[in-house]
C-alpha cells in the first residue's frame, strides 16, 4: 500500500512551529503506519506572507500519488481555506482533502483582517468540489473565537462541521477527530 502524504501547515505567530508540534505528534500517533505526515516549518512564522507560505504547501504537495490531504492549524487554515477558492493551482491532483482547525475567518476591517487571506463571496462555488472539507474548533479556544467557526461553515457550506467541547485553540494538543476523519476518507477512496 502506498503512503498517503497528511501536510500539516502550522499557525503563524513566534513559536508557532515548535506550539504545533504536539499537533504533528498526536497526527502520527493517531494515524500510524500507512500515513506520510509532513511538518515543514513556514518562513516568517511571526509574520506571515501568503505568497511565501503558499509555495511551501505547493512544493510540499506537488508530484505526490495518491494526492495530498492537508490540515492546517490557525492562520495555516486559513491560507490553505485561500489556496483552495483559487482555480488554477488547487483541486484534487494536488489536494484530495482539507481539514481546517482553529482557523480564523479574516472577516473585518480591525483585528481580524488579512486582506491576503480573507475568502471571496463566491468561496463555495471556487472550492474544489472533489475534495472534502472538514472545520474543526475548540469551544474552548481563548485565542479565535468559536464564531469563525459558524462564519467558515457559512462560507463553505459543504464543509463538515465539528466543534469541540473543552478543547482550546490546539484542540489540547489531541488531532484524534482529525485522525478519524483522515481515515475515514482514505477509506471512503479505497472502497469499490
Not at 3 to 24: E, F, H, I, N, P
Not at 84 to 92: N, R, V
Not at 98 to 108: E, K, N, S
Request: aromatic share 8%.
Amino acid at each position: 500500500m502506498m503512503l498517503q502524504r497528511v501536510l500539516l501547515v502550522q499557525g503563524g505567530s513566534k513559536g508557532a512551529y515548535v506550539s504545533d508540534m504536539a499537533l504533528a505528534d498526536s497526527l502520527r500517533r493517531n494515524l500510524g503506519p500507512g500515513y506520510d505526515v509532513r511538518y515543514p516549518a513556514m518562513p516568517d512564522e511571526g509574520e506571515p506572507n501568503y505568497d511565501a507560505w503558499k509555495a511551501v504547501i505547493l512544493e510540499e504537495v506537488r508530484g505526490t500519488a495518491p494526492a495530498a490531504l492537508a490540515v492546517g492549524h490557525s492562520i495555516g487554515g486559513s491560507v490553505l481555506a485561500r489556496l483552495m477558492t483559487e482555480t488554477d493551482i488547487s483541486g484534487p491532483d494536488l489536494i484530495a482533502g482539507v481539514f481546517l482547525v482553529a482557523a480564523p475567518f479574516w472577516h473585518d476591517h480591525h483585528f481580524w483582517r488579512w486582506d491576503d487571506v480573507a475568502l471571496p463571496a463566491d468561496a463555495a462555488g471556487r472550492f474544489p468540489a472533489g475534495a472534502p472539507l472538514f472545520l474543526y474548533h475548540g469551544e474552548a479556544d481563548a485565542s479565535v473565537p468559536v464564531s469563525h467557526l459558524r462564519m467558515y461553515a457559512r462560507a463553505l457550506p459543504q464543509g463538515v462541521v465539528r466543534a469541540l467541547p473543552g478543547r482550546d485553540h490546539q484542540l489540547n494538543g489531541d488531532m484524534s477527530e482529525v485522525a478519524r476523519d483522515i481515515c475515514g476518507l482514505r477509506a471512503a477512496h479505497a472502497s469499490p
